[in-house]
């Protein structure tokens, strides 16, 4: 950059500068003249016919209409049968549906848990009896009357305390 340009280049920025600084100390300018209460009650006029107009105009293609249901129930109220032979076939189909399988001893394998401990492989077996939730590893009881005998993978081999029978549950 050439001496004579960058003179140039100099005043240019102190020009910019004086001209902000000048703009920036200058009197605010005068408010405009109040035209008076005139212009708004034109305005308010204006504004009251144009908000008669929109509720003439809605009042008239809006109405309120019935909703078919209510919002806030959840179940809606069964109709009376007109077949009087519809409870024998409700009770009918109930009575033949399959019941499944009772477990004597009330228990249930819901949940195996595995950690990898300084011994090898550390399983918890997670057994729900209905009431309560236990979480055991080989060699605890299950209540007062089961033992753990071993647990797999996917299940768990539990001992009768009382009658030396052995229960297997899976997980499902």
């Not at 477990?103 to 401990?117: F, Q, S, T, W």
């Not at 918890?124 to 797999?152: D, M, P």
């Amino acid at each position: 950059m050439t001496p004579e340009c960058s003179m140039r280049a100099a005043t240019a920025v102190a020009a910019a500068w004086m001209m902000g600084v000048s703009i920036a100390c200058s009197p605010p300018p005068h408010p405009p003249p109040d035209t008076g209460a005139s212009k708004q009650d034109g305005q308010h006029a204006v504004l009251a016919d144009e908000l008669a107009r929109l509720r003439v105009r809605s009042g008239a293609s809006i109405g309120l209409q019935k909703v078919g249901r209510n919002l806030f129930e959840f179940v809606t109220p069964r109709r009376p049968s007109s077949r009087p032979d519809d409870a024998r076939v409700r009770s009918a189909v109930v009575d033949a549906a399959p019941q499944p399988a009772s477990r004597p001893h009330g228990l249930k394998l819901v949940g195996l848990a595995e950690d990898n401990g300084s011994s090898g492989l550390d399983r918890t077996a997670i057994v729900s009896s209905g009431r309560e939730l236990f979480f055991v590893k080989e060699g605890e009881g299950v209540g007062e009357r089961y033992r753990v005998v071993r647990i797999s993978g996917d299940s768990v081999e539990l001992t009768d305390a009382e009658g030396a029978a052995s229960i297997r549950l899976s997980l499902r």
